[in-house]
């Protein structure tokens, strides 16, 4: 079965903390992993996937193939962070393209 | 570009009523997917369509529900005799010809279905 699972429904730190949002995967076969960003009253964008190895607004995610996991870190939390992570992921093979999200996990940083 | 559209952004249906979302792609994208999203929840896949073809319906509610993506204007889905358990977001969300290496999907700003 297909399923993403984001543990924490609500999470809240500091400014200047470091932030960890995680994200477990069920999938037969090798996804492809995203997570997306919801800021207040904007549309759901992507953040990062795991194929682009990428850091984007200082964010990281390592894929954990034996644990399944690909978690979200950030090493110091900014205001502008807060906002609704969803973890994604999607098969690699044509037919696979949708999307499986998680529920998310509200980020508050605090200044 | 404008990026993906959705109208209208606010819907309120009666029961029994029919409700019809429409959504243009971004330009140049040929791949529309719609997720549904109920409160308290994920978005969940609906149905992937490439022009005037359904490729993979395996989220769609067996009855009521069907979508359509004509080879000119907006994609459309349309839910007949709508239920109260229908009030959610329905997001819809865009691709180029599909390569998973490179290719993202951008969503449109969804549209927030009211079931009265």
């Known amino acids: 079965a297909q399923r993403v699972t984001q543990p924490e429904k609500l999470l809240s730190v500091f400014k200047g903390a470091p932030v960890e949002l995680k994200c477990n995967y069920s999938y037969s076969g090798s996804p492809e992993l995203f997570w997306y960003v919801q800021y207040s009253r904007q549309r759901l964008q992507l953040l990062l996937r795991?194929?682009s190895r990428e850091s984007i607004k200082g964010f990281t995610a390592d894929l954990n193939k034996g644990e399944t996991s690909f978690h979200l870190k950030k090493p110091f939390a900014q205001e502008e962070d807060s906002a609704m992570y969803y973890c994604?992921?999607?098969?690699?093979?044509?037919?696979?393209?949708?999307?499986?999200f998680g529920k998310g996990t509200k980020l508050t940083v605090n200044p | 570009n404008a990026g993906v559209m959705q109208n209208p952004r606010h819907l309120v249906r009666r029961r029994g009523q029919e409700a019809r979302l429409r959504c243009s792609p971004m330009?140049?994208?040929?791949?529309v997917y719609w997720y549904r999203q109920l409160p308290e929840e994920g978005l969940k896949f609906m149905v992937y369509l490439q022009k005037e073809n359904i490729i993979d319906e395996s989220g769609m509610p067996k009855e009521r529900f069907s979508a359509e993506f004509p080879k000119e204007g907006p994609s459309i889905l349309r839910i007949q005799q709508v239920v109260r358990g229908d009030s959610a977001a329905y997001f819809c969300?865009?691709?180029?010809?599909?390569?998973?290496?490179?290719?993202?999907?951008?969503f449109g700003p969804g549209t927030r279905l009211t079931v009265l």
């Open positions: 969300a865009s691709s180029p010809v599909f390569d998973w290496s490179t290719d993202t999907q951008y």
């Open positions: 994604a992921l999607s098969g690699t093979n044509r037919g696979s393209e949708k999307l499986v």
């Open positions: 795991h194929i």
């Open positions: 330009k140049g994208h040929s791949h």
